[in-house]
């Protein structure tokens, strides 16, 4: 009953126009499992549509520079979130993206300093270092604040789902975005599978 009311509170403050609404959590969590092939999957990006979601307080994603390399390889987001994109590494490093989602080109900046990006359209951004090819990330902004990247045995946890059964959909480095229907209200294990 306590979460119900926090939530009508919430509601009631986006409604009256004050400050953006922060989701309160009133849901259940959906636990599934990621595979190609019939393999487990990493770094696959599930979420779940719910109409009229509010934005949810986390904490601020970070996409860093270590050991030339990017981590995550994989970062998922909500739309309107501001990505930390930290150089821990002891040369320069150049962040940029120039092809779906959000563009832009962060220049040349020096270990021990930081740049800030809002990803503010949903949509796919791969992510690049022009000084070192290798690097590759991926930034997923989805207009949900319902999502999880899935771990290295295709594990994943959306949580505090709202009841009911929302559509979802899936996508991964290399394969098409598929989607289905997940319910909050059961204990079944969500399969989202590639051939």
């Known amino acids: 009953m306590r979460r119900a009311s926090?939530?009508?509170v919430y509601l009631a403050a986006a409604v009256a126009g004050s400050s953006p609404a922060v989701l309160a959590s009133s849901g259940a969590d959906i636990q599934g499992v990621a595979q190609v092939g019939g393999k487990p999957q990493a770094n696959?990006?599930?979420?779940v549509d719910v109409p009229g979601a509010l934005t949810r307080a986390d904490s601020k994603p970070v996409l860093d520079q270590r050991n030339f390399d990017f981590n995550p390889r994989v970062l998922a987001v909500q739309v309107g979130s501001v990505?930390?994109?930290?150089?821990h590494d002891r040369v320069f490093h150049n962040v940029f993206s120039f092809h779906d989602g959000k563009k832009f080109d962060l220049g040349l900046y020096p270990t021990g300093?930081?740049?800030?990006?809002?990803?503010?359209?949903?949509?796919l951004s791969r992510i690049f270092c022009n000084i070192h090819p290798h690097m590759v990330a991926y930034v997923m902004a989805v207009a949900s604040p319902y999502f999880a990247v899935s771990d290295e045995a295709g594990r994943f946890t959306i949580r505090d789902v709202p009841?009911?059964?929302h559509?979802?959909?899936?996508?991964?480095?290399?394969?098409?975005t598929i989607g289905g229907t997940a319910s909050s209200n059961s204990e079944t294990v969500l399969a989202v599978r590639w051939p």
Do not use: C, H
Request: charged letters at 15%.
């Open 163 to 165: 009841p009911g059964n």
């Open 167 to 176: 559509p979802y959909q899936a996508w991964r480095s290399g394969g098409s």
């Open 83 to 87: 990505v930390e994109f930290p150089n």
């Open 113 to 123: 300093t930081m740049k800030l990006v809002t990803f503010d359209k949903p949509g």
């Open 44 to 47: 696959v990006v599930v979420w």
């Open 6 to 8: 926090i939530a009508t």
